[in-house]
């Protein structure tokens, strides 16, 4: 049997990379991130990198190649902590849009997105579209 892959946008430092290591070892992850210093510590760690900018980046596999895609879009300009909540009007923001780009063109099996509160309304308007390309998906806020 071929090995699971999974990409993961937005990686960081590599915590939903050991997240995945310890509950599915035989799973091939590579994360993309535009942070050399996460990069850095997420290789350090043992986890595959790409240094990209994913705003203009595109999927590197073709479709079916790759079994899941999980996303955390930057949260900043969507967070009740920042006093603008830009959204969509910070560059940043539209970094959202990511996901559902690489979920249509890689066609995965699975995708598992989150993000602050703020831009759920984005989340769900990405889910109509993914709905519309056959994905069965569920949004909502998840009080952890």
């Not at 479709?63 to 930057?74: H, K, L, M, N, Y």
């Not at 923001?93 to 996901?99: A, E, K, Q, T, Y």
Request: aromatic share 6%.
């Amino acid at each position: 049997m071929a090995a699971r892959k999974v990409r993961i946008l937005f990686a960081g430092a590599g915590g939903t990379c050991e997240g995945l290591r310890q509950v599915a070892p035989n799973v091939e992850s590579l994360g993309y991130d535009i942070s050399e210093d996460a990069c850095a510590t997420a290789e350090a760690a043992g986890h595959v990198r790409k240094l990209v900018n994913l705003a203009d980046y595109e999927p590197d596999a073709e479709p079916g190649e790759v079994d899941g895609v999980i996303a955390s879009p930057t949260c900043r300009p969507w967070s009740t902590a920042n006093a603008t909540r830009r959204g969509l009007d910070d560059p940043r923001g539209r970094l959202i849009n990511v996901p559902a780009r690489w979920v249509l063109a890689l066609r995965p099996r699975w995708t598992a997105w989150e993000i602050t509160p703020l831009a759920l309304p984005a989340f769900q308007w990405h889910a109509a579209t993914l709905r519309g390309a056959g994905y069965s998906v569920v949004t909502g806020l998840l009080r952890a």
